[in-house]
């Protein structure tokens, strides 16, 4: 998978807009930007993903710059609960399922 | 549905004793996945399965750790002896094979002594 790169930690107060970064400079035209996050003493869950165009759920909002060097997930109100660790990671979509490789991530610390 | 379940949540041992982390994946799943997550390694992929298969085990510390799929509703990660390093948390996660997002479990917490 290629290389991704993201903050250390974030802070952001409660009720505010949280926009995490990530940069994969390396990405093919094939990869796949997932994110994932991991709530404390809990397993990683899936937040979202998306190719070229932003994405939208209930969760979160991926925005993907046109180059696709870069990517930003937007939690539009953060609250407590989405404090986490954030993992920005690619995936080839070449078919078939495979293992995740996690970088260290962004770890979230929203102030209440 | 259940979610992914992985037993047992916590699990203290001594060295050298054999011990065995078990998973059922969300049923309908054909892909199971292992990791173990540590403050100096992070998260890392250590088996998965697609089909009840092993397809790349490459992650897999040493000759101590086996991991079967026996049926595609359960999998187990045995350490055989265990070591102190081998403390960790362990993940289950489970996918749908047609599609790249996975589920995982609550994790095993592991302390060798």
């Known amino acids: 998978d290629a290389k991704t790169t993201q903050p250390n930690s974030m802070e952001s107060n409660e009720e505010e807009p949280v926009h995490l970064p990530c940069n994969h400079s390396t990405i093919s035209g094939t990869d796949y930007i997932h994110w994932y996050r991991q709530l404390p003493s809990q397993g990683p869950e899936y937040v979202i993903h998306g190719l070229t165009s932003n994405v939208n759920n209930r969760m979160a909002s991926l925005a993907i710059a046109e180059d696709r060097k870069s990517s930003t997930l937007i939690l539009h109100r953060a609250t407590l609960r989405d404090a986490a660790v954030y993992y920005c990671i690619l995936r080839y979509s070449g078919g078939g399922a495979d293992g995740l490789t996690f970088g260290k991530g962004t770890h979230l610390i929203i102030q209440p | 549905d259940a979610g992914v379940i992985q037993s047992p949540r916590h699990e203290v041992t001594e060295m050298g004793q054999e011990v065995t982390l078990r998973c059922k994946p969300i049923s309908g799943h054909n892909s199971l996945f292992w990791y173990r997550q540590t403050m100096m390694r992070g998260l890392e992929l250590l088996i998965y399965?697609?089909?009840?298969?092993?397809?790349?085990d490459s992650g897999m510390p040493e000759d101590r750790f086996s991991a079967k799929m026996p049926n595609a509703s359960f999998s187990t990660l045995k350490i055989q002896p265990s070591e102190p390093r081998d403390s960790a948390v362990y993940f289950c996660a489970s996918s749908e094979q047609r599609t790249a997002t996975q589920y995982f479990g609550p994790g095993t917490r592991l302390l060798v002594l």
């Open positions: 399965f697609n089909n009840n298969v092993p397809i790349d």
